[in-house]
């Protein structure tokens, strides 16, 4: 059983489009993390929800959009792609975020924007 | 704000050989500090964390780490290296500001050699 899994594992789009990236987990945790890394490998938080609520919102612009329907779901909606949001998007949950406690990372969904 | 610093981009080390992989950290109080590991294409494993306790932190896959106060540094150690260790590590550490946030290091790239 995948613990975090997210879709799509590639999408390559156009400039201007609007995409979603969709993750789940099966953790039973009640925080949910977006990252971006970058094309040097840099790691960088987005977003975080505790229980559908957001937490942290790390200065992304407006054009990103998280969406947590349940606490095991956050969805990342993209409006307006821009070559700079190629990058690999990491999805990740941990219990309750408040600590030093273990985040669970999903597989990661590669954008190209072209 | 918290940083990280990996001051090594690369390291090659041969099949059996010990490894170290420095990092430090700016943080004023006790940090909490990670280390995850990324295999190629895929998302990021925990190998270990400290924020309390014995300053030497056992992890996963026979990897353990020194947290030095002195020296602000958090160094991950492996007294043998095997080729599967090959991958990306990255040295993080936590802080709270809204939530819990973590600040991920630039990761240095592991090589093994046969």
């Known amino acids: 059983d995948t613990a975090v899994s997210q879709t799509p594992k590639y999408l390559v789009t156009q400039m201007g489009n609007d995409k979603s990236i969709k993750c789940e987990q099966n953790?039973?945790?009640?925080?949910m993390y977006w990252y971006k890394q970058d094309s040097k490998k840099f790691l960088k938080i987005m977003f975080s929800?505790?229980?559908?609520?957001?937490?942290i919102n790390e200065t992304v612009p407006n054009r990103f959009s998280p969406k947590s329907p349940d606490k095991a779901h956050l969805n990342l909606h993209i409006n307006s792609l821009e070559l700079g949001d190629s990058a690999v998007y990491f999805c990740?949950?941990?219990?309750?975020?408040?600590?030093?406690?273990?985040?669970?990372f999903g597989p990661g969904t590669r954008l190209l924007v072209l | 704000a918290q940083s990280v610093t990996q001051p090594d981009i690369h390291i090659t080390v041969s099949e059996g050989a010990s490894l170290e992989l420095r990092c430090n950290y700016s943080?004023?109080?006790?940090?909490?500090l990670f280390w995850y590991v990324q295999s190629p294409g895929q998302g990021l494993q925990l190998l270990l964390k400290?924020?309390?306790?014995?300053?030497l932190v056992q992890g996963i896959k026979g990897f353990e780490a020194e947290f030095k106060r002195s020296q602000s540094s958090f160094n991950l150690r492996k007294p043998s290296v095997h080729w599967s260790d090959a991958a990306e590590y990255f040295c993080?550490?936590?802080?709270f500001g809204g939530g819990f946030k973590t600040i991920f290091g630039a990761g240095t790239r592991l090589f093994v050699k046969a």
């Open positions: 943080y004023g109080a006790t940090p909490y």
């Open positions: 993080a550490v936590g802080e």
């Open positions: 929800y505790n229980n559908k609520e957001l937490i």
């Open positions: 953790l039973g945790h009640d925080t």
């Open positions: 990740a949950s941990s219990q309750d975020g408040r600590g030093a406690e273990t985040q669970y």
């Open positions: 400290y924020f309390s306790g014995d300053t």
